[in-house]
């Protein structure tokens, strides 16, 4: 098992052979970072696939890789989406090459277009940035309903909800063709996943209630879940997560 016997290439017809395999990846990848990935059916990966719209890396014959792209607005904004990798095949490089090759798929089908892109991973946060897109507001993404439709199926889905889509655990990333090209900044996927790791504390806070000096905390709040305790309990994962996101400079 080697780079050099990893092809990534635009997905042809009978690479939908590997919908179901495609859609448990997702999946499990979600599961293992906890966060969000909108959940594909095979139905839907195959279309992708057949329709010239993914991105497909192959060792040998085995599947290790997949990205595919979604067009809205009649082709004036498209999303890069979907990026998984087999656990067997990470920390190898291989991520980027798979979301170059996507980037070069959606600026050949769509040249024109605004390129975009949600997510919640500092990896694709970096390739992002090195590929020239910069962190933006999701009022300057796609209007399309059919998109954000799509997120229905995130485990964070309540949080866009509750923010009437102006915010989510995720960034929005977008790539302009017809604006200058910013010189890459090393820190700005770092910024980016930290405003995401806030985002994440005071998503945490609303959920789980937090009595303050004005409030009066209920019988089963005061029973079940007393404030001191859950202010602990959000102190410590406040510093397990600073520490996770120093340890990476």
């Known amino acids: 098992m080697g780079m050099n016997s990893i092809h990534v290439v635009f997905a042809e017809e009978d690479h939908a052979k590997f919908a179901d395999e495609i859609c448990r990846l ?3 990848s979600a599961l293992q970072r906890g966060t969000g990935i909108a959940k594909r059916s095979p139905e839907y990966i195959a279309s992708k696939i057949k329709g010239g719209k993914a991105v497909v890396a192959l060792d040998g014959d085995r599947l290790v890789g997949f990205s595919y792209i979604e067009c809205w607005e009649h082709g004036d904004y498209v999303a890069t989406s979907g990026l998984i990798v087999s656990p067997d095949y990470r920390h190898m490089g291989l991520a980027a090459r798979i979301k170059e090759k996507t980037f070069e798929l959606a600026r050949r089908r769509f040249p024109y277009a605004k390129i975009f892109s949600i997510t919640t ?14 962190p933006v507001t999701f009022s300057e993404l796609t209007d399309d309903e059919t ?22 655990l995720c960034t929005g990333m977008l790539y302009d063709p017809k604006q200058p090209r910013r010189e890459h900044s090393r820190l700005a996927p770092y910024r980016m996943a930290f405003r995401n790791w806030l985002k994440k ?15 009066k905390p209920t019988q089963v709040q ?17 510093f397990i997560q600073i520490k996770r996101l120093l340890d990476k400079f």
């Open 121 to 134: 991973s500092l990896p694709v946060m970096k390739l992002n940035s090195r590929l020239g897109y910069v």
């Open 201 to 215: 504390v005071f998503s945490l806070k609303k959920k789980y209630f937090i009595p303050t000096l004005s409030q």
């Open 147 to 168: 998109f954000w439709k799509g997120c229905e199926g995130c485990c964070n889905y309540d949080i866009l909800q509750r923010n009437h889509r102006r915010m989510c």
């Open 222 to 238: 005061t029973k079940k879940t007393p404030a001191n305790y859950q202010n602990s309990l959000l102190f410590i994962h406040c």
């Open 26 to 28: 997702i999946y499990e």
